[in-house]
Structure formats: C-alpha cells, structure tokens
C-alpha cells in the first residue's frame, strides 16, 4: 500500500485490520505517534490525514491508503507550536504532547486567530494527565501570533512572595525561568519512551489473568499454549527459581499464583506467556486452561474487619492499626462548646497516566540482566526483580527510560519481574507491555476510604478536640498501604494547633485491587473530611470560614497533633492572607454568599475556601538518604548523577539548575543523568514530595565537594589559597587568570586524579509516630479558594477559577512550578467531580479509558496562583516539596464551594449530580 508520509512516498504492508498508528511505529518507526489507549479517548496518537486530525489508533490503516499523512516528525526543524510549548511550559512528561501539538497545528491551518473557546473546543478530546492545560491554551495562542507576525505571548508564573525578614542572598541560576533539557526531544517526537525500543530477536509477552476476584487456583494446563506456533516460553509459578512474592515495604504480592494458592484480586498473574508477536501471545492466553474455586468476596474495608470475615492473609485482614494520640479526649469535648460529627467517603482513583507499563528485559552476554523500564524506584526495581531470579542486585541493572507520568502509579512492579523470567527462559530480549484495559486492572490505585470526624470548638471557633477514624481500602495486597494511610491519618486533623487529638486508621485488605502510592499520598482523602467539617463548624458558629481557619491555624512554635513542634518555614498563614486578599478583590465581603447568574436563576455560583499541608520526605523515623556525584568534563561540561525518577515533574530541572548555580555554569553546560542502577548512585524513591529537598541536597553538596576538590588542585599547583578561587561562567579565576573548566579537568587528570565528587545526603532524623518528636522534616502548606457554578436543574458543577497560595520553600524553577500548580489542581479537581474508579463485588467495571472521566481541557477554570516561599534551612536554598500539596486543599474548596452555592453538603466522593438535586427537590 503506498501513501505520502511527510512529504515523502512510502510502501507499507499493515496487517488486515492494523490501525494506522502500529504501521507508522513499527513499520516507519515514527515513534512519535504515541499509543495511550487504542479506544480513541486520549488523543496522544493524533496524526493528521489530508489535512484533518485522526485519532490513528482506531484509524484502520487501510483507509490512509493514497492520502496524505503528517506526524509530529513531519513538522521540520521546530515550529512555532513547538518552540511555544518549550517557552510557556507547556511541556511535562511528554507523552500527549505530540497528540496536542498536531491538534493545534490542524487548528491554526484552519483558523490562524482562534478565540480560547475555540482552542479548548479543538483539544478537546486530547488528554494532558500532567495538565498544563492553560499552559497549552498559551502555548497555542503565543504560536498563532508568531504565525501572524505578531509578538509572542510572555510565559505565565505564578507570583513569589518572600516571607517577611528572609530575604535570601542574591542567585544566578536559581529562581529563574528554565526550560526542560528533554523538551525539544519532547515536542519533535525524538524522545524515547520505553515502548519506543526495539531490540534484535525480541520477543513479546502477555500475562494470563486470574480475572476472579477471590478464589482458589485448583487446575493451570498451559501445555496447549506451550504448544502454540511461536510461543518460546509458558512460565508459571512452579518456574519462578528465587522468591515468590514481591512488595515494597511486606513481599506479600504473589509473582504468580500457584495451583492451591489463593488468588486476591482480578489481576493476580497465573502464568506469562512470550512469543513472537504480541498477537501469538494473546492467542497463546486463550489456550490456558484455569480452574477456580471461587470463595466470599470482601469488597469493603469495614466488611474486612468484622470477625467473621474470611481471611485474605495468614495474618488476617489488617494491614495495620495507625494511632495518633495527643492530650486528653475526655477533656477536650468536655470543653467544648460546639460539638459536630460526620462521615465522609471517598472513592478508589486511578492514575490514568497517559503512558501504559512497558518494561523489557534483554539478557547479555556476560550472564547479566537489563531492565528497561520507566520506574519511580529503580533501585527497589532491581532488588525485587534479582530477588524473582534468585541472584544477587548487582546480576540486574536497570536502565530507567522517559516516563509518560506517575503520580505514584510507577512505584510498584508492574512487568518488570515477568518479563525477566520469559527473558532468562528464552534467553532472548523480552517486551511486556500492558494495554489500556490491563493498566486499569493490575496497577495500584488511590485508596478508597470512610472517614468519621467528631470535632469540638469553642464559640469563638477556637477548636478543643478534633477525633478522627479512618478505614482505608489497602486491596489485595501492602504496595505502600500502610506508609499512605499514616499520613492520612498524621493529617486527619488539619494543619491546625489542637490541643486534644486522636486518630485511629485501619489499614484493611480487601479483594479490591492493590491500593498504594498516589499523589497527595492519603493526604488528599483525609483534608476533603477535615476542611469539610472545618466548613460545617464555620456555618455552625456563624463565623468567616477564613477567619476559622486563621485562628486555629499552624505557625511558628505551634504543636502538631503528633507532637511536632514547628520552629520554622510554616507559611499557611500567609497563603491564607494571599488568597483571602485575592477573593475580596473578586467578590467584596461576601464571597461566600450564593450568587444567581442573571438571566438563569437556575444557575447559582458561590466561592469555597479550603486549606492543606503535607509533609516532605519519607518521615516517621525512616532514614532517608539520596546519592549524587557530579563530574567535569574536558569539554568544560559538567554531569550530575542520581537514580532518582524524572517523571515529568521536573527533577531534571531542578538538578541542573542547582549544580550549575554551584558552578556559576549557564544551565545548558550541565547534563543529567538519572535512573540507571549501575551509573548512578542511589537516589532513593521519587515519593513523597522528597526529591527536590533531598536528592537536590546530595546534588548541591556533590558540586560544593567538586568545586573545592578542585580549588584545591589549582591552589596547589599555582601555590594560592583555596579560598582565593573562583569559579565564575565556566571560568576558574586563579591570581587574576582565568582558566576554562575543561582545562581545569585536564589539569585534575594529569595529576592522576578524577574530577567528580559523590556525596550521600541524610536528611534531618525524624522519629517514629507516637513518640512525640519530630516526625518529618519539614511541611508545605497551602490555601485555596474555588468559584463554582452549579445547575440547580441538573446538579452539573463547573468550576469557573481557583485561586491558590503555596509554600514552596523557595521557587527554584518558577516555569517548572506553574506546571505543577496548574497540573495539581486539575487533578484535585478531577478527585472532586469526574474521577472514580468503580469496582463491584471485585469485579473492575471500569476497565478502559472512556470509563473513567479524568478532566478534559473543557474542564479548566481560569488559575490564579502564587508561590510563597518560607524557606526551611536544610532545604537547598531554602526549598520544600511541593509536587502533592497543590491538589490536596482543591476537592473540599470545591464541594466547600458547592455548599455555598446551592446548600448542598457533599460528603462522598466523587460529586454525584443526582445527589445535589435529590437534596434540592428535598429543599
């Protein structure tokens, strides 16, 4: 079949049925199509075929025969749209950029001024996980000037507010604009993710599926798959040579299921499959021969602890009681004035990052194993994967690959284990790629819960006692189940000085899937009961819902309810000021007051307001450590490496930025190197809102340990003081001389000496929960408020804006920050109104992307942000996490928001519109 594909002729032969996205990839290699869904939901396929955006998933390839087809790599050189992504940072991990860029590009052929309306209507099948939507809408519109000779649109940051009195010396690289080093291989769709791989003789697995949520496995026959044409290997537990389970924190995840062995959810593995092609493979499924004895589903975490529950684990049901106690309960209600209690339930959530698990594993020569995967914890990867093998860590390396996002998602093996076994087995490289449909059953999710809240205050708002009981989802098995639901439970009484405080958490398995890391990391579902109820009192005792807040809020000196006393970089309350100023401004003195739109009295609209911390690091006595070295170059360039996980978030940025502020390099002259376990040290995992504090720490301290290992070669050659050097753009300043660093690294390897520097980074001790001392290192904070519009007819919510207030520590990459902020209440707002993930009785049933109603760009109000920076001294340059704490105060100042408007209280999660008008027709 001939047809044009930029610009030039090509011969393809598709497969009958083969969709137009496969041949471009395999047949062309133009890797830069991507496949997110192959349902025609997300839109990171989008090619255009004579002249009109397709979705090339679901585009049969046979139609394109004889037209004309234009991908991301038929663009040429940058074009407008690309270099505008770049600039307004639009880009994060990459993975639907190129689906954007071509939906944009199609709309400026047709339309070279389009409205924002127009933009948003034209993107709007094209999902962005990462969501930067309004950095796309600009990105979008500052192109379409370029292209009409007008000037650029400037990039959008958010604001920084220095905290009084802290004024920092002045930096050169810190604190500026930097785009990311991978964009331009983002938006010409050069960048390599790990499906983009190809190697000689490799071989394609699939999994088979127990597809029963609770059952005993009593008969396996695969001896008709093994026998399939083109099938190399059928592997089932009984060929595992080393351990059987993996687990990040408790090895209780089972590798396979065994014959006798119990299955605990629908996408507990029974047996792998490799062959030739995928498509033999999946034939290969079909040919396996499962036999179940199904038992009692436990689909609830309160179900889960009744006693006469069956028993999912040999040690029961509970994963773990979390306690959190301070002061007298007793007392603190008998103090009270006021006295108010609620429950509140939130829904199990998926990540829906755009890129599917992929890992490939390539056996080499010298009896090794390489890991292809992108991971958010590489060395971890590497000791479950050795551990499945039964060799020692250093017998497995993991080269970690681009990763389409993670949001937590990609903590947890997912293929990693499997296709190592298929690929010891056949000695041949070995792909695992997961479709849509088995992304959503197998990987862990965000945990359901039920959150009971009992909170006494006095009538001027001062709170006495806040009581608090969580049970929480955790699924078939541990993942981070019981590190999330401690910091639901650290935080389930709010980021507010109370001096009587209990909480108990239960920590439950279910037959549910696997609940673990997710951004917000439990946080998210206990500020949702916490902020709502903080609304309830403030309607209750009739006071300003800031105002509450301002009286209880923490600060300096204050007491968490674990016993932390706080002594510096609290910032809450001046993010409450920041946005308590912003909604005067917008709506006077009332801003919380119901408001019809005029001419549609159906139509009524109010503001919320919501506030949130969250710790940075992995706290709680744990010790937390990251890895760097840093090396110069004869070339004058400078490589900083660590293992820890660029996943759009920006890591890489933030390294760079910091090392070469230590060098006085222009950012450009650093490279970074991350995720790969035998060139990189340790980072640590990429959770918790940790790497920025703590791998950007082992990465400033590495560049400090060069530069003066280096001063002191040139002191002593030169016979000068150490101090007396300088090292300035790319320059050593010796006794008024200025050598280039490239000569600087050549006098370093004539000396027989290497011009790199490692530096393992601990952060600050923490102690365990219920000891009373400083349980994490440091907090973010932040306050939001929230513009809704609610149809009293038809119970639809939209969110007209937000505006939010952070504390960051210091803003060490505002371009890198707006995406954050933006990226973060987006989803939050997903959390609040579209996103659950529904499963029945174990059975998944939302198990594809057009089953789950992640936001689209229709959805995004207009976003006001600031970033306050209240630096926290062990941070580098004064910085804290800040990737979680944006999206945890969005959901509870929308349905904050939802109650001013219509007098609806929303205490389940997600908002459910029948719901708002069944209250209403009560009304």
């Known amino acids: 079949m001939e047809l044009m594909v930029n610009g030039q002729k090509v011969e393809v032969e598709p497969q009958p049925g083969e969709m137009l996205a496969h041949v471009l990839r395999e047949q062309l290699g133009l890797t830069g199509t991507k496949i997110g869904c192959e349902e025609a939901e997300c839109g990171a396929c989008t090619v255009i075929v004579d002249g009109v955006p397709v979705l ?26 690309q270099e505008e992504f770049i600039r307004h940072g639009a880009v994060q991990c990459g993975f639907c950029i190129p689906g954007q860029i071509m939906t944009a590009y199609a709309l400026l052929q047709q339309n070279s001024n389009p409205s924002e309306a127009e933009i948003r209507q034209a993107l709007k099948d094209t999902l962005c996980r990462c969501a930067g939507y309004p950095s796309i809408i600009r990105a979008v519109q500052s192109a379409a000037r370029r292209l009409r000779g007008e000037p650029p649109l400037p990039p959008v940051v958010a604001p920084v507010i220095t905290e009084p009195g802290k004024n920092q010396p002045p930096l050169q690289v810190v ?23 190809k190697f000689p003789g490799m071989l394609h697995a699939r999994v088979k599926r127990a597809m029963v949520p609770h059952a005993i496995l009593k008969r396996l026959d695969v001896e008709k798959a093994r026998a399939l044409p083109g099938v190399h290997a059928v592997l089932t537990a009984a060929n595992i040579p080393g351990e059987k389970n993996h687990g990040l924190v408790i090895f209780d995840w089972p590798i396979m299921v065994g014959i006798g062995e119990r299955v605990r959810y629908v996408g507990d593995a029974v047996a792998i499959v490799a062959a030739e092609t995928r498509q033999i493979a999946t034939q290969a499924l079909d040919l396996i021969e499962a036999e179940y004895e199904l038992l009692e589903v436990i689909s609830d975490p309160v179900r889960a602890r009744q006693p006469d529950a069956p028993q999912l684990h040999p040690n029961g049901n509970l994963l773990k009681h979390i306690k959190v106690r301070k002061g007298d309960m007793e007392q603190g209600f008998a103090e009270a004035e006021v006295i108010l209690e609620h429950t509140f339930h939130t829904a199990i959530t998926d990540h829906a990052f755009m890129e599917p698990e992929c890992s490939i594993a390539r056996p080499t020569e010298d009896g090794r194993m390489e890991i292809y995967v992108g991971s958010q914890i590489p060395y971890a990867d590497r000791n479950q994967v050795a551990r499945a093998l039964g060799w020692p860590d250093e017998r497995v390396h993991v080269i970690g690959q681009l990763m389409g996002g993670g949001f937590g998602g990609k903590e947890d093996i997912a293929g990693q284990i499997h296709a190592a076994l298929l690929a010891h087995a056949t000695g041949r490289p070995v792909k695992l790629l997961f479709d849509r449909h088995e992304s959503l059953l197998v990987h ?53 000085e109370v001096p009587h405080a209990r909480a108990d958490c239960y920590a439950m398995y279910t037959n549910n899937p696997p609940a673990g890391a997710f951004r917000g990391f439990g946080v998210t579902q206990s500020a949702f009961a916490i902020e709502s109820m903080m609304d309830m009192l403030a309607h209750t005792l009739q006071i300003d819902p800031i105002e509450l807040r301002r009286r209880n809020a923490l600060r300096i000196g204050s007491v968490t309810n674990t016993g932390q006393v706080l002594r510096e970089s609290v910032g809450l309350l001046d993010c409450i000021e920041i946005v308590a100023r912003e909604l005067k401004q917008r709506a006077g003195d009332q801003p919380f007051a119901s408001r019809t739109v005029e001419g549609q009295p159906h139509l009524r609209r109010a503001w919320g307001f919501a506030v949130g911390y969250k710790n940075t690091g992995l706290g709680g006595g744990a010790p937390d450590k990251a890895g760097a070295e840093v090396e110069l170059y004869e070339d004058g360039s400078v490589e900083v490496r660590t293992s820890s996980a660029e996943l759009g978030q920006g890591l890489v940025t933030v390294l760079r930025m910091i090392v070469a502020e230590e060098f006085a390099l222009p950012p450009e002259r650093v490279r970074v190197l991350v995720m790969d376990t035998d060139r990189t040290p340790d980072g640590g995992p990429t959770t918790a809102s940790r790497q920025t504090f703590v791998s950007g720490n082992a990465a400033r301290y590495a560049a400090q340990s060069l530069r003066e290992a280096l001063a002191a070669s ?127 009785n174990g059975i998944v049933f939302t198990d594809r992307l057009a089953r789950y109603r992640m936001p689209s760009i229709m959805l995004t109000p207009k976003i006001t942000a600031y970033a306050v920076e209240h630096p926290v001294e062990a941070g580098p340059y004064g910085a804290k996490g800040v990737g979680e704490i944006v999206s945890i105060p969005t959901t509870p100042a929308i349905t904050n928001a939802i109650y001013n408007a219509v007098g609806v209280r929303i205490d389940r999660l997600p908002v459910d519109q029948e719901v708002i008008v069944q209250e209403l027709s009560r009304a």
Request: charged share 20%.
């Open 175 to 197: 604190g500026t604009l930097q785009p990311r080093p991978d964009a331009v291989e983002k938006v010409s769709g050069t960048a390599k993710f790990t499906d983009d791989l």
């Open 444 to 496: 862990p999710k965000r945990h359901a819960t039920q959150i009971r809240v009992k909170m006494g205050a006095k009538r001027d708002g001062r709170l006495t006692a806040v009581e608090t009981e969580l049970y929480g989802d955790t699924g078939a098995y541990a993942s981070l189940g019981e590190k999330v639901l401690t910091r639901a439970t650290t935080h389930s009484s709010g980021p507010y």
């Open 56 to 81: 090339s998933c679901t585009y049969p390839a046979a139609r394109a025969a004889g037209k004309s087809v234009l991908t991301i790599e038929g663009l040429g050189g940058l074009h407008p749209l």
């Open 714 to 840: 040139l002191a002593e050659k030169f016979d000068v003081a150490p101090e007396r050097i300088r090292f300035v753009e790319g320059l050593a300043q010796v006794n008024g001389h200025s050598l280039p660093l490239g000569e600087v690294a050549k006098i370093v390897r004539q000396e027989g000496r290497m011009p790199k520097a490692f530096y393992e980074y601990w952060a600050p001790k923490t102690q365990p929960l219920g000891t009373g001392g400083d349980m994490h290192f440091a907090f973010s904070f932040a306050a939001q408020a929230a513009e809704v519009e609610v149809n009293t007819l038809t119970g639809e919510v939209s969110v007209l804006e937000v505006i939010s207030a952070i504390d960051v520590g210091k803003a060490i990459n505002p371009l890198g920050l707006q995406g954050q902020f933006e990226g973060g209440i987006m989803m939050g707002l997903g959390n609040a109104l579209t996103e659950h993930f529904i499963v029945e």
